[in-house]
């Protein structure tokens, strides 16, 4: 079986711009995480999706939004980009059913120029 | 809100020997789970250990093993005859009891550990 992958794995934005990035689970997983990971610090929560909806959301502004597909792939979107959105940005995929395993994708590398 | 503290920005240790990670954290939860994952340069986050804060027994997984201290908050990772495959960013990590959906982890800042030859 195929791990989370994530895509793209690499991407240089403007500041002012808007980015999609993409993540497909493992497959009977249901629930979608998203975490953002700053150079040299620990990733921290942005959102948590299951069975398509949101069940938890971060300290992160309006500009942050993501989706969740029937399929369970999921989709993270960041509006109106800032310099201090360049970061690796984490999917992670579980059961759901009260599951403590996370299984993380390779990232998507986002800078923001 | 919970927290997770790692103190030590980075360690380093001579190949076979034994190192040892800190980790502090603050909840006012009574169950909870506790996690080191290993991050390499490949970016991969990779689940080394995990604990159950219901259980007195620490978790070991082959050279990987937990002090597990509850009423300290304090969550140590040790790894015994380390090998140059372990050098990597090792992060802990803090999850409440599972909802049906799932949950969200906290994690430290993380420490970089080098293993040298």
């Known amino acids: 079986d195929a791990g989370v992958t994530q895509s793209p794995t690499h991407l240089i934005k403007t500041r002012g711009q808007q980015v999609t990035l993409r993540c497909s689970p493992i497959?009977?997983?249901?629930?979608v995480s998203w975490y953002q990971q700053v150079l040299g610090q620990g990733p921290q929560f942005i959102f948590q999706?299951?069975?398509?909806?949101?069940?938890g959301r971060g300290n992160f502004p309006d500009r942050f939004s993501a989706r969740q597909f029937p399929n369970y792939s999921s989709e993270l979107n960041v509006n109106a980009l800032l310099l201090g959105d360049s970061a690796l940005y984490l999917c992670?995929?579980?059961?759901?059913?009260?599951?403590?395993?996370?299984?993380f994708g390779q990232g998507t590398r986002l800078t923001v120029v | 809100a919970q927290t997770v503290t790692q103190s030590q920005p980075e360690m380093s240790v001579q190949e076979a020997e034994t190192v040892t990670l800190s980790c502090t954290y603050d909840?006012?939860?009574?169950?909870?789970?506790l996690f080191w994952y290993k991050q390499p340069p490949s970016r991969q986050m990779i689940l080394v250990i995990r604990?159950?804060?219901?259980?007195?027994q620490n978790a070991t997984e082959n050279r990987f093993s937990v002090n597990f201290q509850k009423a300290a908050k304090s969550f140590s990772l040790k790894i015994s005859d380390s090998q140059l495959g372990d050098t990597a960013m090792y992060f802990c990590?803090?999850?409440?009891?599972?909802?049906?959906?799932?949950?969200?982890?906290?994690f430290g800042a993380g420490t970089i550990l080098r293993v040298k030859s």
């Open positions: 992670a995929s579980s059961l759901g059913q009260g599951s403590t395993e996370a299984f």
């Open positions: 604990q159950e804060a219901y259980k007195q």
């Open positions: 497959s009977g997983h249901k629930s």
């Open positions: 990590a803090f999850m409440n009891f599972p909802q049906e959906y799932g949950n969200k982890l906290v």
């Open positions: 999706y299951y069975e398509k909806e949101e069940r």
């Open positions: 909840t006012s939860e009574s169950n909870y789970y």
